[in-house]
Structures are given as C-alpha cells and as structure tokens.
C-alpha cells in the first residue's frame, strides 16, 4: 500500500513556472510507476506524464512534451513534475497516481493510488 501527497500548487502568470512535488509513503515506492494526471474544471481527468520505477523511461501527454518534466528520486520517496512556459490551458487539479504494473500509463483507471492533488492556476 501506498499514500500519495501532493504539493507545490499556486497561481502563476503564464509563461511562468512551478514544480510539483508527490511524497510517497511506504519502503516499495521503487517498485511503482508513478504518473501525473490533471482535471480541468468540468473536463475529464487527463494524462500528463509517467515514468518508470527506475526513472529511466518517461512519457509525456502531446500537450506538454517539451514543456513539462517528470522525475523522481526513489531514496527520498518523491516524484515531480517541473511545469515550465506555463499556459492558460494548464489550470487544473493535478493528481499523483501510483501502480505497480499500468498496462497503459495513460489510462487512470489502471492506477490504483491517488493522490489528494494540489491546483495550479494560470493567469494572463
């Protein structure tokens, strides 16, 4: 079992940045793929990124790749996600999602740990 807490939310001009963190309790956290998924107010929940237990695979919704930076450091039990040249479009809730074997890293109903998710609201 896993819990998941997020952090590093705020309001921020566009083009700005801000930088996600995901605090993760339990000693298997190695053992996860970790994602990052986002809900807009009215929308469905959406992929943003995921990255492999090692940290050495990543991927990136098309709508962020270049933009957004997943990572993770698996002695502190932390993923983030760097969120960079900000846009209107990136308001939302973001969530942290954890699984030990996610067939498809896009799809949320293949994790089965959640987050509280932190907002990040961008202005113009």
């Known amino acids: 079992q896993v819990q998941l807490v997020e952090s590093g939310g705020g309001l921020v001009q566009a083009g700005g940045s801000l930088r996600l963190s995901c605090a993760a309790s339990g000693r298997t956290f190695s053992a996860y793929v970790m994602a990052w998924f986002r809900q807009a107010l009215g929308k469905e929940r959406e992929f943003v990124a995921a990255i492999s237990e090692s940290g050495f695979s990543t991927y990136y919704a098309d709508s962020v790749k270049g933009r957004f930076t997943i990572s993770r450091d698996n002695a502190k039990n932390t993923v983030y996600l760097q969120l960079n040249s900000l846009k209107l479009e990136d308001t939302a809730v973001y969530y942290c999602?954890?699984?030990?074997?996610?067939?498809?890293?896009?799809?949320?109903?293949?994790?089965?740990?959640w987050g509280q998710g932190t907002q990040v609201t961008v202005s113009s």
């Open positions: 999602a954890a699984d030990l074997r996610p067939r498809r890293h896009g799809n949320p109903a293949e994790y089965s740990h």
